[in-house]
């Protein structure tokens, strides 16, 4: 009778604890948003809200050495969590914020024309930028091929507030480096990476 008991009693509690983190994510990206929203609409003034979010995070983090864009300090990197296609989106990231402290996140690689069309066209970025304040320290991984769309796509994704940007140039997969000059393709082409590093910085 006991035995028979355990099953259930586990996927009970399973159950339990994924809809808990479940509701946790839910809600820092519900804040995340009001808070984005405030600080475009106040001119980069942090909200009280903004604000008193960034202490928690400070605290929780301990911060170290090391300067970032956010102004604030951290120790410098010492384990990352790499970019992956399908897998390092925004939930993932919240989740293995909550496993681990300070080490760093990459976002999965988002396109540089993806960011430029979309601006263009009046589309909120923010389903492929925003995340919560809390992942701190967090990068942005791009991709592409040209040093002036890399330019552009940066100055648009510049209000998110990365701690780093990061460019593509080592994916092997045949879905980026096989569609031109792209990932692990720019390998080939040193003199066109040093030019879309030199229009990052």
Known sequence: TLLGLVGPAAAWMTGRVAGASTRWIAGALAR???DARAARGTQGTRTARTHASMTRMDAHLGEGEGDTAQ???RKEPRLSVAPMMEWTDVYYRTLARML????????EM???????FKKLEG???DRFLLFPDLQHPVVLQ???NDAGEMKKAIQVASDYKYDEINLNCGCPSPRVSGKGCFGAALMKDPRR???MVSAME
Do not use: C, H, N
């Open 193 to 195: 990476v040093g030019e």
């Open 123 to 125: 589309y909120s970025l």
């Open 71 to 73: 102004g604030r300090t």
């Open 100 to 107: 681990t402290k300070r080490t760093w996140l990459y976002t």
């Open 32 to 34: 995340a948003r009001g």
């Open 142 to 144: 791009l991709g592409g």
């Open 110 to 116: 988002v396109v540089d024309k993806t960011l430029i």
